[in-house]
């Protein structure tokens, strides 16, 4: 019998929001698939998209396939660069089941581009310039795609005006839909894997609009439906999330934070000389709860470009390793500042270029810093700003280990840290100024550490499944298809969604692990990194 799987990611959907819908009958299909199959929470330690998913696609922890965040941090600068397919030091589910002979659709998934080589098609995702660019594997795919989903695109033009943008949620969705029911029909596939990625952007945005995520998760549901039909019922569905999704209440500004622990020394004649008219007006706009107009598309990123020029006419002499923080920080005096967006790097002297701590008091200043925001109480409610700061090897293991920050911290519910210093963000430099809280305007709803598991298809079970976490999803995946598992993958079959029988007549196998082959790591080009970065800003995922 022809084994099939085909998988479904709704980026960052949590069971508490799909499961009361399925089972009033909003969503018939997804309903399907639980009321017939398992499902569960999936852990997602660092729940931040490019990272989430790539230990979906590898079955492994960041510390083994290197996307650490939107950006990596680059070592012995204090630049990052920004993460691409090309660096994921790992082969993909769908590479080893092409491996095997396998047949694979893959579609929309976050981080593929720029395309690497399949036993199939493969479309980009998010993180991809754009349609201008090569998007697919084969290359000649993309003209067929395009030719045959008129308005085809990757990603969203996020518009401030929220019945425009949401319009515009449905319509990528369709298109993703379309050209994925195309490609379904094209060949006799044996792995299919198709990312919906707006079921993200419309929790950001629309949070505290019920009515219009069930209203996207719903069109969603409709082509799922589609896609039901054409796998058959013999099929293996699954449907997983690389993270959930939860309200915000403040955004938390760390590099404040940070600057007044001490841990961060600010060259404040640059400072002032710098910053202090955009400061000003940002400062005003605050005062009379005006912070909106700076997440008005553009409005912030002409200010921000203003604050960079000027510091860079103050500044001719600024050396390039200053990075992102350009000018502003006095590194000789900094113990730590924030690395990759989701942790803090301690300034070690010998590892950094104007490193600060001795490497023999790094243990201690690190776990220092590491207490620090792991105590850290908004004093409004007494909660924990964290829900947790610990060193970064407690949380991954690996080689790449060493490229994420020494503290990595995971934000509790309600509150967004921001980059704040970080950046030339006018709104976060204001809220520097201002306190270490404010309030959060582009985006109501923010990622959550709990994304969801559901399968169904022979040999799996009805009922709930617990524990399970992003590592385990390949293992599964290979596993459904009759194939054994690499021995080097961190997660396993996620056997509780299975019967016993068929687990005993199905044995787990394993085999030896493959190192990736022909793809040479690259960096995006100046004008890749570009498109995709100014993209991530205008949707609100780096400041
Ligand atoms: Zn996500």
Same mark, same amino acid.
């Given at each position: ?36 199959g398992s499902h569960g929470d999936l852990y997602s330690r660092i729940p931040v998209t490019p990272v989430a998913w790539s230990s979906i696609y590898t079955g492994k922890n960041p510390g083994k396939h290197g996307i650490i965040g939107f950006r990596n941090h ?89 019945? @425009? ?19 379904l029909k094209k060949i006799d596939w044996d792995l299919a894997f198709i990312v919906f990625k707006e079921t993200d952007e419309v929790q950001h945005s629309f949070f505290d609009r019920p009515g219009d995520v069930l209203g996207l998760y719903r069109r969603v ?259 459904? @298809? ?62």
């Open positions: 019998m022809k084994r099939r799987v085909l998988v479904i990611g709704i980026d960052s959907v949590p069971l508490d929001l799909m499961l009361p819908w399925a089972a009033a009958g909003h969503l018939p299909s997804f309903a399907k698939i639980l009321d017939n680059k070592p012995h600068t204090y630049e990052e660069v920004s993460v691409n397919s090309s660096i994921r030091d790992a082969r993909d589910v769908w590479e080893i089941a092409g491996a095997h002979g396998k047949k694979v659709v893959v579609v929309n998934a976050p981080l593929t581009y720029p395309p690497r080589a399949v036993n199939g098609y493969l479309v980009c995702g998010f993180m991809a310039p754009g349609v201008d660019y090569e998007f697919t594997y084969p290359s000649s795919l993309g003209e067929e795609i395009k030719r045959a989903v008129p308005n085809y695109r990757i990603g969203t033009a996020p518009s401030y005006i929220k019945s @425009l943008y949401l319009k515009e949620l449905h319509s990528t969705v369709q298109v993703v839909g379309d050209a994925s029911l195309r490609l549901d409709k082509i799922v439906g589609e896609f039901l039909k054409l796998a058959g019922d013999d099929a293996t569905v699954l449907v997983v999330s690389d993270h959930g999704g939860e309200p915000i209440n403040k955004r938390f500004n760390a590099a404040e934070f940070l600057r007044m622990s001490g841990f961060i020394s600010l060259n404040t004649s640059n400072q002032r000389q710098s910053a202090t008219p955009l400061q000003l007006v940002a400062s005003a706009l605050f005062g009379l709860r005006l912070e909106w107009l700076l997440d008005i598309p553009g409005s912030r990123r002409l200010m921000g470009e203003i604050m960079k020029a000027r510091v860079r006419m103050l500044q001719k002499s600024a050396k390039p390793d200053q990075g992102f923080y350009a000018g502003q920080v006095d590194w000789p005096n900094t113990t730590a500042f924030i690395s990759s967006g989701i942790g803090l790097r301690i300034n070690v002297k010998g590892r950094e270029p104007q490193g600060f701590v001795d490497p023999a008091d790094y243990e201690a200043v690190r776990d220092k810093v590491a207490a620090q925001f792991a105590g850290l109480k908004d004093p409004e409610n007494g909660q924990h700003v964290f829900r947790y700061a610990q060193a970064r090897e407690r949380v991954l293991s690996g080689p790449y280990t060493e490229l994420a920050p020494d503290v990595m911290c995971l934000p509790n519910t309600g509150y967004l840290p921001t980059e704040a210093l970080a950046s030339f963000d006018p709104l976060a430099v204001a809220a520097a100024h201002r306190s270490l809280f404010s309030r959060s305007t582009l985006w109501c709803g923010t990622h959550s550490p709990y994304g969801m598991v559901a399968g169904s298809g022979p040999g799996i079970k009805k009922g709930e499944v617990s524990g399970a976490t992003l590592d385990d999803i390949a293992p599964t995946i290979l596993y459904a @298809l009759g194939l054994p598992v690499p021995r080097d993958m961190d997660g396993k079959v996620i056997t509780g969604m299975f019967d016993q029988a068929y687990l005993e007549a199905n044995p787990v196998t394993w085999e030896e692990a493959e190192a990736r082959t022909e793809v040479k790591a690259r960096e995006l080009s100046d004008e890749e990194s570009k498109i995709v970065e100014e993209r991530l800003k205008a949707l609100g995922y780096l400041s």
